[in-house]
């Protein structure tokens, strides 16, 4: 049993370490990453000088926006490329080249073959992120001179995991086209299609939705708070259905202490704005894990359930040569 | 030519490797496979003849575990496929109909892997690979990516990689199809001599009858799903035909079952 799926494991390790297509993507986010966190990296050094105890400085690295956006955006935002160029052929690759019918009727299991292409998918994927965390933490180190605390590498070390567990939804979602598409171009761009409406339409979708069922009025100074409110909620609910929303959330609060929540208005009365303002304290890391559990649950979930119809579709189906 | 001349009923008398029982596979309301009983015999060279849609595949399918019979049963090598196919695939060939390769590896990269999906050992596997390539006659071009092969080389290598694993059975779906004259008659050298050396059992699914009839023992005609007849060809021929003739070719025979059915 686990003999085919290292076999096949071993394989595919190679297949996507030689593949040109995934060198290029890989090369692509960390050069990326090195720039944007180069240009953080400086502009913290700046901001340091003549502080004497600086703390929690190392994770604004991949936090902070600089002069576009942060690290944890760009990997939300394109981190799902990775997954998908990792598993859009994975299955109809094999199909079309009429490798796939040798392949089942060699002595392994049928499903060795998919959790070995997903187990590569997802130990490939660590791998790009560990080696971009690792380069830009050695950057900084150089750039801003602070050497990240023992919380600082623990919030790190889950950040990796949520972003690992994300990419693999992803990878899971181009594996679930590619077993149900005969054509390579078609899963491609299936997976590219889903990927641009849960990463940009569901966020506009939830703006619109929120506006239609809670408007607020636009004229007038008195604005009814419960609207406000209403109108967060909604857009908040409908827009949990993007991945993307689900990690930007997760990884933000998880990166960044001083966020206590991972919504993005908070309605409060003065006693507890003024409790906010005297007590800047960071969030311990339990407490910031709590806070995004049901975050991280989600992507789990939509991880499993991905692979899972990916799965039982692959087992069903017919393997025929012609 | 007494390729299917009299030693080859002495061998029907050996072992069953191979027992279909009322195999039939439906698809839908359509009928692919109806009620298929076969007896093959270890050490013989079947031919499985049969138009293009017959069911041919969808029978080698089912042997090997593949696809789940609708009903009826199976026996390969004594085990039952649907049962137990890792048993039957560890003791099986199966060279489906244009087999495929990874193109960007060379020959013996693609053997490599088949061998140790077939959990052979890698101190076992590069002599085995060698010596299997020395039989197809493709140590020369072992180098050699197998995205530059021509027809007659993949179809080659197809054997070669079946041979991996040492089977006692092996399918061969269309071996010969597409290729020139010359490497047809190679590949055709190469399956008798499988059986005579080897004493490997093959089942041959082919519709090029003057090839079947230059290497089969026993024959077997498919059509619409149905197996109308089983035999050596000159005894088909003596009952489908009548007359006793010096020579019987397949072909007569068959056309006289396809005008039939």
Redesign the interface.
């Given at each position: 049993m686990l003999?085919?799926i290292l076999?096949?494991f071993?394989?595919e390790m190679e297949d996507h370490f030689s593949s040109t297509r995934f060198l290029l993507i890989s090369a692509l986010i960390v050069m990326v990453g090195v720039i944007i966190a180069s240009m953080v990296g400086m502009g913290i050094q700046e901001e340091l000088k003549g502080m004497a105890k600086p703390t929690l400085i190392f994770l604004l690295l991949f936090t902070a926006t600089g002069k576009l956006f942060s690290f944890v955006q760009f990997i939300g935002f394109f981190g799902p490329l990775i997954g998908i160029i990792l598993g859009f052929d994975s299955i109809n690759r094999?199909r079309v080249?009429?490798?796939?019918?040798?392949?089942?009727?060699?002595?392994?299991?049928r499903d060795s073959i998919i959790n070995a292409k997903f187990l590569t998918g997802v130990v490939t994927i660590a791998i790009v992120l560990v080696a971009i965390v690792l380069i830009i933490s050695g950057l900084g180190l150089r750039l801003i001179g602070v050497v990240p605390g023992s919380e600082e590498v623990l919030r790190l070390l889950i950040y990796l995991i949520i972003s690992i567990l994300y990419i693999a939804l992803w990878l899971g979602i181009s594996i679930l086209f590619s077993v149900i598409f005969r054509s390579t171009a078609t899963s491609a761009l299936a997976s590219l299609a889903v990927w641009i409406f849960f990463s940009f339409f569901v966020g506009l979708g939830a703006g619109v939705l929120a506006d239609a069922l809670a408007p607020i009025p636009q004229s007038g100074t008195q604005v009814d708070p419960e609207i406000i409110l209403k109108h967060e909620r909604v857009q908040r609910i409908a827009s949990s259905f993007s991945p993307m929303t689900l990690y930007s959330e997760a990884t933000n609060t998880i990166l960044d202490p001083m966020r206590k929540t991972t919504r993005g208005l908070i309605l409060m009365g003065p006693l507890e704005r003024l409790s906010l303002t005297r007590f800047q304290n960071p969030l311990p890391l339990f407490q910031s894990m709590i806070i995004v559990l049901p975050h991280l649950i989600s992507i789990i979930a939509l991880t499993f359930l991905c692979f899972g119809i990916c799965y039982y579709i692959f087992m069903r189906q017919?393997?025929?040569?012609? | 030519m007494p390729y299917f001349s009299t030693w080859g009923e002495d061998k029907v008398e050996g072992q069953a490797i191979i027992i279909a029982e009322g195999l039939t596979k439906t698809y839908g309301s359509q009928v692919a496979v109806n009620h298929l009983s076969l007896q093959i015999f270890e050490g013989e060279i079947f031919g499985f003849l049969g138009p293009n849609g017959a069911g041919k595949?969808t029978t080698l399918?089912m042997f090997?575990g593949?696809?789940e019979p609708t009903s009826g049963s199976a026996k390969i090598c004594g085990f039952d496929p649907s049962r137990e196919p890792?048993?039957v695939?560890?003791r099986v060939g199966?060279l489906?109909?244009?087999?495929?390769?990874?193109?960007d590896m060379d020959a013996r990269q693609n053997l490599q892997?088949?061998a140790?999906?077939?959990?052979i050992p890698d101190s076992v596997s590069s002599k085995r690979i060698d010596e299997v390539l020395h039989l197809v006659g493709l140590l020369e071009e072992a180098k050699k990516k197998v995205g530059t092969y021509s027809k007659g080389m993949r179809q080659r290598l197809g054997i070669a990689?079946v041979l991996l694993?040492e089977p006692k059975l092996l399918f061969l779906?269309e071996p010969t199809i597409g290729l020139d004259p010359d490497g047809t008659n190679r590949m055709l050298d190469l399956i008798r001599s499988l059986s005579r050396e080897r004493q490997i059992t093959i089942f041959l699914s082919s519709h090029l009858l003057d090839q079947v009839q230059r290497i089969c023992d026993r024959v077997g005609i498919m059509i619409n799903g149905n197996l109308v007849a089983v035999g050596p060809i000159e005894e088909l021929g003596k009952k489908k035909l009548g007359v006793e003739k010096e020579h019987y070719t397949l072909e007569e025979i068959y056309m006289k079952y396809f005008k039939e059915a």
């Open positions: 003999r085919g076999t096949i071993r394989k094999e080249s009429r490798t796939l019918s040798k392949l089942v009727s060699q002595p392994i299991y017919e393997i025929r040569t012609v | 595949t399918l090997l593949l696809t890792i048993r695939k560890e199966y489906p109909e244009n087999v495929g390769f990874y193109d892997y088949i140790r999906l077939n959990h990689e694993k779906d």
